[in-house]
DNA sequence: CTACCAGATGCAATAATATTTCATCTGGTA
DNA sequence: TACCAGATGAAATATTATTGCATCTGGTAG
């Protein structure tokens, strides 16, 4: 898609900025991390990630593509979704949006819901906590799981990707 | 809470009575798992509810809390929490509730606002997906991280419990 | 009360995920 | 081109979770 690409690309020279500020080099490692992340819409592990990075920088370490994610959720470029299951999930849409999760797959899908955006933060003032954003969890069963109600993990979807996966290589 | 100890004894004879509908034993150790969970307010890790099993349970194994945790999920007596960050994470409140979540040290906080309760499920029609439940995740910076700007983790809240621990004993 | 068995448990091994250490390399700059 | 702060890669280690199997237990029938 093209306006995505562009966005993509709005957001890489958003990330080079960030570094020059604070004097932190941008490797081709970083650039790519990001573009990746960015260029998915689902919320893949680190792992996911990083068996997509390997493809376009070769040699690239499974430590350094944590270390990057963790740089990108610290400079607010990407956040950590919240997700059922071990694993730690990213999410590149930094947009505020909402989540689908299937309680039978662990999917979680986005959702773009006007009426939700439009919530008014409650008043946590008696809890000392101040909110910067809001997100809803919706909870239910994916049209996936309702058609095959014996379906036991892993679980993929129609376009073949493991939904829960569970074995990776050698590092 | 005397309220809070009627509604762990409900929810324990409802647990017995699914087992028996499904013709599997109630064991002590799946007792005192759900019991440990219902009677705590936070989002426990398995490890965290494994050290508090252990002191009532002597000789249970993590392995056995593992499987059980699994168990109450399926059977929905108790939830995993979405939360930020690698450990799976388990709430004893089914009730419908939201959560305050912490950008700075991972600290999840329940709410509860009938404003949000009464949230209109959106139609999801077209997405083909059933929706059951819905909770919001309210994202922010809590009391203890905006006291303490330089606080890095790990973190532990007032009553001194470790809000994102790291160690465990031996297995 | 005892025997019986499906299923649960504990233990040890293993897998999967994540972090640390440190020698080496690289981006950015002079 | 040389320099250096900081990034990277590799290996070791730590942490979290699952599996296989021998043994034990809850529930029940006799």
Redo the contacts with the bound molecule.
């Keep these: 898609m093209n306006s995505q690409q562009s966005s993509i690309q709005g957001q890489l020279r958003r990330f080079e900025a960030l ?2 500020d604070q ?8 650039r790519t991390v990001l573009e990746t992340v960015l260029g998915r819409d689902d919320h893949p ?3 996911q990630i990083y068996e997509d990075v390997v493809a376009r ?1 070769a ?6 593509v ?3 994610l ?1 740089m990108l959720v610290r400079f607010g470029m990407i956040t950590k979704a919240c997700h059922p299951g ?3 999930r990213f999410d590149g849409n930094t947009e505020r949006h909402h989540h689908l999760v299937c309680l039978r797959c662990d999917r979680v899908i986005d959702l773009v819901d006007e009426r939700l955006d439009a919530l008014e933060l409650p008043d946590t003032g008696h809890l000392d906590f101040e909110i910067t954003d809001l997100r809803v969890q919706l909870y239910g069963v994916c049209a996936n799981c309702r058609n095959e109600a014996t379906a036991s993990k892993p679980v993929t979807d129609e376009t073949g990707a493991v939904l829960n ?4 290589e050698k ?1």
Tied chains: 1, 2.
């Design positions: 570094c020059r004097g932190l080099p941008v490797t081709v490692q970083r592990t680190a792992d920088v040699g690239i370490s499974r430590t350094t944590y270390r990057v963790d071990a694993m730690a996966p569970k074995k990776r590092n």
